[in-house]
């Protein structure tokens, strides 16, 4: 009825945890590679599927070995279902008309458009600051940001589960990096406290976001940034997950929280509720705008924004200010509740606060493997987090709500969720009854799962 699944593929990747320093740099990643294909094989590696139609709230696609699928899409992130709206098709196929397809150049060398200075102009005023920096990707704006402010004698306060971009620009920058446990005010003011005694002329850099991705829950901005101007440190807070596609007017958590323009320093991507590539850093200091153009790798010695990404976000800022954008967030805000309470009913442990991420807590590494191939099988196109994105054994599915999903395609995604659940378990019994080497772990329950990145 099942097949069995080796020994290695129960756990995370082999070659990462036996630190596989071979002297040849490429060698170094074939057990990593074999690893990969055998997942594949067995059907436990969700990883790497690709689109074959149009994102939407239902999708066809395929695995990376080209077995095909289908199903009700809770797997991208279109969450006000932006990325086929006529009128943004429309912008990007007026920008080729009248710009052609490249921006072809630095935005520091003539790689700006009309469209790009434009986008930086309305996204200043719509996000309360007086200047605005465009980036070809939101990786890019985020790591950008914090590898231009930051110097190596500088000091970098950071959430645990802060975005990679800025985790990994923070260790590229200096080898002060303060991380602290996940939305702790106290161990924040602690550490600024500690670093003002020991060093009272450094700068100091303190970086979070609105909304977690992982989690779905927020910080208290205004807390931060106050406890930042005590000890004349600067907060970056990183938008991504949230602008648009939360609050009355779009403007997100920093909306709910009466924090519109009040931090120092704000980035975010597009990629979320924009439908597009492209990032940006917004702040009310001007010389910065000169930095990031000119001493910021990320934006000097790389192509601009293109004139198509640049049409499409304005074009998605049009609706996201009008009325359609606001009953696109009343929609979404509907759908995700409505996905919340289902699960929970289902029995599903669901993480944070209501928004477009709706984090379902799974825990076993090898049940959550199972439950993501079962649930795609069954039309549930899912996004399976495991270690080290999370901690072990608090693996999750990240469900990813679309303003234009359906009250039956929740609900349809909810029997999924408990069918998979159900089905997986029963493999892991099969599994267990019939090892002869290492017993398979067992399902863990998830008011027993304790496991986060910020405990390991």
């Not at 740099?25 to 990969?36: F, M, Y």
């Not at 943004?88 to 008309?97: G, S, T």
């Not at 600024?192 to 100091?204: E, F, Q, T, Y």
Request: one cysteine or more; glycine letters at 8%; hydrophobic letters at 40%.
């Amino acid at each position: 009825m099942f097949e069995n699944i080796p020994d290695p593929l129960r756990t995370s990747l082999p070659a990462a945890e036996k630190h596989n320093h071979k002297t040849n740099l490429l060698d170094r990643w074939t057990e990593s590679g074999a690893w990969w294909e055998e997942r594949i094989q067995h059907k436990i590696d969700p990883y790497q599927k690709y689109s074959t139609s149009r994102v939407g709230s239902f999708i066809e696609g395929a695995h990376r070995d080209g077995s095909t699928f289908a199903g009700h899409n809770f797997a991208s992130q279109d969450y006000l279902s932006l990325a086929s709206h006529p009128s943004l098709m429309k912008a990007a196929k007026d920008a080729i008309d009248i710009y052609g397809l490249h921006s072809a150049g630095s935005a520091a060398l003539m790689g700006n458009t009309k469209l790009s200075v434009e986008l930086e102009r309305r996204l200043a005023s719509f996000l309360g600051y007086e200047d605005a920096v465009l980036f070809p990707i939101g990786w890019a704006a985020g790591y950008g940001a914090v590898k231009t402010l930051v110097g190596p004698t500088d000091h970098v306060v950071i959430d645990i589960l802060a975005h990679a971009c800025t985790q990994e620009a923070a260790r590229d920058a200096t080898p002060n990096v303060h991380l602290h446990s996940h939305l702790n005010l106290k161990a924040v003011e602690n550490r600024l406290a500690r670093i003002r005694r020991d060093d009272p002329s450094g700068g100091i850099l303190v970086v979070t976001e609105t909304l977690f991705s992982m989690d779905s829950d927020v910080p208290d901005l205004a807390a931060m940034q106050e406890i930042c101007r005590k000890y004349d440190a600067t907060l970056l807070v990183d938008c991504a997950h949230d602008l648009g596609s939360h609050g009355k007017t779009g403007r997100g958590i920093l909306e709910d929280q009466d924090m519109v323009g009040k931090v120092d320093i704000l980035v975010g991507a597009f990629s979320k509720s924009f439908a597009s590539m492209g990032g940006f850093v917004a702040t009310n200091n001007k010389g910065f705008r000169f930095a990031l153009r000119g001493q910021c790798g990320p934006s000097t010695f790389t192509n601009a924004m293109s004139p198509i990404q640049a049409a499409v976000v304005l074009a998605a800022l049009d609706v996201i200010e009008g009325d359609e954008g606001r009953e696109r967030r009343e929609k979404l805000m509907h759908n995700s509740n409505r996905l919340r309470a289902g699960l929970e009913e289902a029995g599903f442990e669901v993480l944070g606060k209501p928004s477009a991420v709706v984090p379902m807590l799974i825990g076993d590494v090898l049940l959550a493997r199972l439950m993501t191939r079962y649930a795609v099988e069954l039309g549930g196109i899912v996004n399976l987090v495991e270690h080290p994105a999370v901690a072990r054994n608090a693996c999750r599915w990240r469900l990813q709500v679309m303003a234009d999903h359906s009250d039956a395609q929740i609900d349809a995604m909810i029997e999924i969720a408990a069918k998979a659940r159900e089905m997986a378990e029963m493999h892991c019994e099969w599994l267990s009854a019939n090892d002869n080497s290492e017993k398979v772990r067992r399902f863990m329950p998830a008011n027993e799962t304790t496991g986060n990145v910020a405990a390991e």
